[in-house]
Structures are given as structure tokens and as C-alpha cells.
Nanobody, 122 residues
Framework: VQLQAYGGGLVNTGGSLRLSCAAS????????MGWFRQAPGREREFVAT????????RYADSVKGRFTISRDNAQNTVSLQMNSLKPEDTAAYYC????????????????WGQGTLVTVSS
């Protein structure tokens, strides 16, 4: 699966952004999709995931209630709606695909897109 993430940018605290990730190359609807992020000087961390089988979602505690992950299997896309953004959300955001039913472990995601940078100004 080839993944292309886009939609990052500069936003003020409290603002919103919508990230999207376009997939190609393999049956998208058989992959659990996830979003991860990596801030400067920090390790990559889980943000959100959505199962290929039943659409179940999971979120990191730090974004729960503010971010929403969704997928459109007809369009081969996964999106991350980010609301009430905070400066600590500043990071490069990566979409990734896993063959598991539901996962949030980095090691279980086998395909990765390039990052899209989100900067939240205070």
C-alpha cells in the first residue's frame, strides 16, 4: 500500500485542521488505518486508529474528545479531524496501515506515508 498524507499547516490554538491520507496499490478496505505523530526530539506516538473490519476506533488519551478518525473505503482515504488544537499537538503526522483487525502498536503497522506537518501556535 502506498500512502500519501496531506492537510497539515499552521493553525492557532483552539483551531481545527483536517488531515487526509490517500491509499493506493492494495485493497484498502482490508487494512486497519492509523495516525501517529512525532514531535521534534520525541518518539513517534500513537494518535488514532480505525479497524478495517467493523470501523471500531481508538484514540490516545491526549486527543480523545478532540480528534476524530474516519475512513472512506470507496475513496481509499482515511482522515483525521482535529479540533481544539493545542501547541502540544505540534508534530509531523503520519498515516499508516496494518493487517491486524485493530492495532495501535507502531510495530504492527507495515506501510507508512510521509509525514505532514502540523504547527499550532500559542
Amino acid at each position: 500500500v502506498q500512502l500519501q498524507a496531506y492537510g497539515g499547516g499552521l493553525v492557532n490554538t483552539g483551531g481545527s485542521l483536517r488531515l487526509s491520507c490517500a491509499a493506493s496499490g492494495r485493497p484498502f478496505n482490508r487494512y486497519t488505518m492509523g495516525w501517529f505523530r512525532q514531535a521534534p526530539g520525541r518518539e513517534r506516538e500513537f494518535v488514532a486508529t480505525i479497524s478495517w473490519r467493523d470501523g471500531i476506533t481508538r484514540y490516545a488519551d491526549s486527543v480523545k474528545g478532540r480528534f476524530t478518525i474516519s475512513r472512506d473505503n470507496a475513496q481509499n482515504t482515511v482522515s483525521l479531524q482535529m479540533n481544539s488544537l493545542k501547541p502540544e499537538d505540534t508534530a509531523a503526522y503520519y498515516c499508516a496501515a496494518s493487517r491486524t483487525v485493530l492495532s495501535y502498536a507502531i510495530a504492527e503497522f507495515v506501510f507508512w506515508g510521509q509525514g505532514t506537518l502540523v504547527t499550532v501556535s500559542s
